[in-house]
């Protein structure tokens, strides 16, 4: 049996909602931002999207399948992988002049015990990551996202 946890992390965007969304799901371009991942796939619900992780020959692949999609809101994927499972949820919400850009990941730890252990460890530099990411996002809007 697994045990679920949560992680956040949250941005303002200087860029309208419908910009930042459409960064936000630009597949492609997340290796842009996100750290050390490439990713493709498709839009929609129902649609498929595919995460590469690592550096070099050390990672893994994240498989997933969107199981909510709202442009230019909300979207929400559920992790299909043999690492990662549970879901994961990015939502773009006005703030002020620009946008809130919110990630969050509700994943399921394998290994019962030990799993847990582990993710004490481990969650620190997974929110470090997120939060760095999503630093490197605003100024990837600001700058680079199409308009």
């Known amino acids: 049996m697994s045990s679920p946890v949560k992680i956040t992390s949250r941005i303002q965007v200087p860029a309208s909602p419908e910009r930042t969304w459409r960064a936000v799901v630009d597949w492609t371009a997340q290796g842009d931002w996100m750290l050390a991942t490439r990713v493709h796939g498709d839009h929609g619900l129902g649609a498929h999207v595919v995460a590469r992780t690592g550096i070099g020959p050390v990672g893994f692949t994240d498989t997933m399948v969107i199981t909510e999609w709202e442009p230019p809101r909300r979207c929400v994927v559920q992790h299909t992988g043999r690492v990662v499972r549970g879901a994961g949820v990015f939502e773009v919400v006005p ?53």
């Open 95 to 147: 703030a002020g002049a620009g946008s809130e850009f919110r990630w969050t990941e509700r994943l399921e730890l394998p290994l019962g015990a030990a799993g847990r252990w582990g993710w004490r460890l481990t969650r620190p530099l997974a929110q470090r990551g997120m939060d760095l990411s999503l630093r490197r996002f605003a100024r990837f809007v600001a700058t680079d996202a199409p308009r």
